[in-house]
């Protein structure tokens, strides 16, 4: 019996360092061409990195967008959006959790209807609302489409029905008003999922290229994955592929250094928040 536990351990051990492999592989390769020579085929010198290594594709890549302009957009973009998804999914979260309203289970089943519908359906009804608005091409029009959450409101309505209730109860006698009871009951009871929750909105936020591409015109106001579009040229060999993943490792690497620094925090988060 022992043998067996050792080697299904072994074996489980074993299937998630192939899945770890598989899933660096695109990364690995990315590295690989962004530090090939543009000009050199795969034909020529080694097959991973050519005659030589060089960094040609990153001062290239630098030269050709303002980075500095769109990686504070980025910043602007993701922290604006969250700061705002954390007061509506909280204040939404406690609704739905503690409070007894007409209506409330239809309302929280229409809210969650939201994760089935893909968000490439409502761009045409996202675009009018912000041209009637008089927003095109803002900062605020980047997020307003995002300030609302779905996947926030379930994840923390369901972190809260599971702070016992005898607490808000106690905080009630002694005098605590309903801001006060979200903050100090509540809120402190959940921070494993804001955590979770932020990691999430952060990361799909820093990677949003379709709504922020068709809202915006200047490039006082494009974040990164817009300016590195301007990467994807075209010559009669065909693309600057080194040039091109030099860029995507720019946009990405903030990425990589967050989850590589609070790798841990964001695995005990998602398990500690009621995500089965």
């Known amino acids: 019996m022992k043998d067996a536990n050792l080697l299904l351990r072994r074996f489980g051990a074993a299937l998630k360092a192939a899945l770890a492999i598989a899933f660096l592989i695109p990364l690995f390769f990315t590295v690989l061409v962004s530090v090939r020579p543009e000009a050199e085929p795969v034909t020529n010198g080694n097959i991973f990195f050519g005659s030589e290594v060089t960094l040609d594709n990153y001062q290239r890549a630098l030269d050709i967008a303002p980075w500095s302009l769109h990686y504070l957009n980025s910043i602007v973009f993701v922290a604006g959006t969250l700061l705002v998804q954390l007061l509506t999914v909280t204040a939404a979260a406690y609704a739905f959790a503690r409070m007894k309203f007409f209506g409330r289970n239809i309302l929280l089943l229409i809210i969650l209807l939201q994760l089935m519908i893909p968000s490439g359906v409502l761009l045409v009804q996202n675009f009018r609302t912000i041209q009637l608005l008089g927003l095109f091409d803002t ?12 996947f926030g409101v379930l994840l923390l309505r369901q972190t809260f ?10 905080a009630r006698i002694d005098g605590a ?23 999430v ?8 290229f379709l709504w922020p591409f068709i809202i915006t015109r200047s490039e006082e106001i ?13 010559t009669d060999q065909g693309a600057f592929y080194g040039q091109l993943m030099a860029g995507t490792l720019i946009v990405i690497m903030p990425l990589v250094i967050l989850f590589l620094v609070f790798q841990r925090q964001f695995v005990e988060s998602f398990a500690r928040s009621g995500i089965r």
């Not at 029905?161 to 106690?170: H, M, N």
């Not at 974040?223 to 075209?234: A, E, F, R, Y």
């Open 139 to 150: 900062r605020v029009a980047l997020m307003i489409p995002y300030w609302g959450s779905a």
């Open 161 to 170: 029905r599971e702070v016992p209730l005898e607490l808000e109860e106690a």
């Open 177 to 199: 008003n309903l801001y006060q009871v979200i903050r100090h009951v509540y809120i402190t009871n959940a921070i494993p999922a804001y955590l979770a929750f932020a990691l």
């Open 201 to 208: 909105s952060v990361s799909s936020h820093w990677n949003e």
């Open 222 to 234: 494009r974040p990164l994955t817009v300016g590195l579009n301007k990467l994807i040229k075209t």
